[in-house]
């Protein structure tokens, strides 16, 4: 109702003034065949009264005063009714001018509303275009995410060599009985700093990546991103979130990975049991 409403006001100041102008234009001709019949009966008057004057009936002043008295009267009157049409036509063209302004507000808005539209179906594609960019680059970023835990390896004291997962398992269980007599994270934080370098080469690349995936997902600033983060989720195992707990919990220089991953709830899945003490469960 309420985007009816102009158009039916449009339309019916419309439909008033082409009315008005067919009134004008019905006006005009009855006008301007008055005006020539005015001129024609002047002139036949005018033939006449010289008929008269050629015939001896009528003198010279008598002409003139017939011409004065008839013919000037009629041709005055039709030159009334030539002012009275010209007046006629130029309020014929205000309407006109009138109707053009109509048209052309209308051309403006079916223009301005094309226009949203279009913009509109841009915005649309933009954001298709930018959501299939994220999930293209997110994938890639996952499928590297693998790459990296693959490419892990470790020679431990005794020589051997462990790969992969493994490499991650192995840091987690340092974690579990490095903090396992630390309950505050001060004490984490200093237990972690005459250890750090230790425990995190090897690893430290595969943190820093993880932290840049949610970083990446914090970005695009998506209006649901549960589905990327379940996607994590379900591919971590509980020895690389338990590694990630305790790498971010107790340095500094991934202080903001501990941010991310707490707001995304990426330890929800974990358990007392997974942890080196049950009071470290109430930090995630």
């Given at each position: 109702?309420?985007n009816?409403?102009p158009?039916?006001?449009?339309?019916?100041?419309?439909t008033?003034?082409?009315?008005?102008?067919?009134?004008?234009?019905?006006?005009?001709?009855w006008?301007?065949?008055?005006t020539?019949?005015?001129v024609?009966l002047?002139?036949?008057v005018s033939?006449?009264g010289l008929?008269?004057f050629?015939?001896?009936?009528?003198t010279l002043?008598e002409?003139?005063?017939?011409w004065?008295?008839?013919?000037?009267?009629?041709?005055?009157?039709?030159g009334?009714?030539?002012i009275?049409?010209?007046?006629?036509?130029?309020?014929q063209?205000?309407?006109?001018?009138?109707?053009?302004?109509?048209?052309?507000?209308?051309e403006?808005?079916a223009?301005?509303?094309?226009?949203?539209?279009?913009?509109?179906?841009i915005?649309?594609?933009?954001?298709?275009l930018?959501?299939?960019?994220?999930?293209n680059t997110?994938?890639q970023?996952?499928?590297?995410?693998?790459?990296?835990?693959n490419?892990?390896?470790l020679?431990?004291?005794d020589?051997?060599?462990?790969?992969g997962?493994d490499v991650i398992?192995?840091?987690?269980?340092?974690c579990i009985?490095?903090f396992?007599?630390h309950?505050t994270?001060?004490?984490?934080q200093s237990?972690?700093e005459?250890?750090?370098a230790?425990?995190?080469?090897?690893?430290?690349?595969y943190?820093?990546?993880?932290t840049?995936?949610?970083?990446?997902?914090?970005?695009a600033?998506?209006d649901?991103?549960?589905?990327?983060?379940?996607?994590i989720?379900?591919y971590?195992?509980?020895?690389?979130?338990?590694?990630?707990?305790y790498?971010?919990?107790?340095?500094?220089?991934?202080?903001?990975?501990?941010?991310?991953f707490?707001?995304?709830?990426?330890?929800a899945i974990?358990?007392?049991?997974h942890?080196a003490t049950k009071?470290?469960?109430?930090?995630?």
């Amino acid at each position: 109702m309420e985007n009816s409403s102009p158009n039916n006001f449009i339309q019916e100041r419309e439909t008033r003034i082409l009315h008005k102008i067919r009134i004008l234009e019905r006006n005009i001709i009855w006008y301007t065949r008055a005006t020539w019949a005015q001129v024609i009966l002047g002139a036949l008057v005018s033939i006449v009264g010289l008929v008269f004057f050629f015939e001896n009936k009528l003198t010279l002043n008598e002409l003139g005063d017939y011409w004065a008295g008839s013919v000037m009267s009629l041709w005055t009157l039709a030159g009334m009714f030539f002012i009275y049409v010209a007046f006629l036509g130029q309020k014929q063209q205000l309407y006109y001018q009138q109707l053009e302004i109509i048209y052309n507000r209308e051309e403006m808005k079916a223009a301005r509303e094309e226009l949203d539209e279009q913009h509109q179906e841009i915005s649309r594609q933009n954001q298709i275009l930018s959501f299939q960019r994220f999930e293209n680059t997110f994938f890639q970023m996952f499928g590297m995410l693998g790459n990296i835990i693959n490419s892990l390896n470790l020679q431990l004291a005794d020589n051997r060599q462990i790969n992969g997962i493994d490499v991650i398992r192995y840091k987690a269980k340092q974690c579990i009985g490095l903090f396992a007599e630390h309950k505050t994270l001060e004490a984490l934080q200093s237990a972690m700093e005459p250890h750090e370098a230790k425990l995190l080469s090897h690893c430290e690349h595969y943190v820093s990546f993880l932290t840049q995936i949610f970083e990446f997902i914090d970005n695009a600033n998506l209006d649901d991103s549960s589905r990327y983060i379940q996607m994590i989720q379900s591919y971590t195992s509980s020895d690389e979130m338990i590694l990630l707990f305790y790498v971010s919990i107790s340095t500094k220089r991934f202080k903001r990975s501990f941010e991310l991953f707490r707001k995304y709830n990426l330890f929800a899945i974990l358990k007392e049991q997974h942890f080196a003490t049950k009071e470290h469960l109430d930090f995630i």
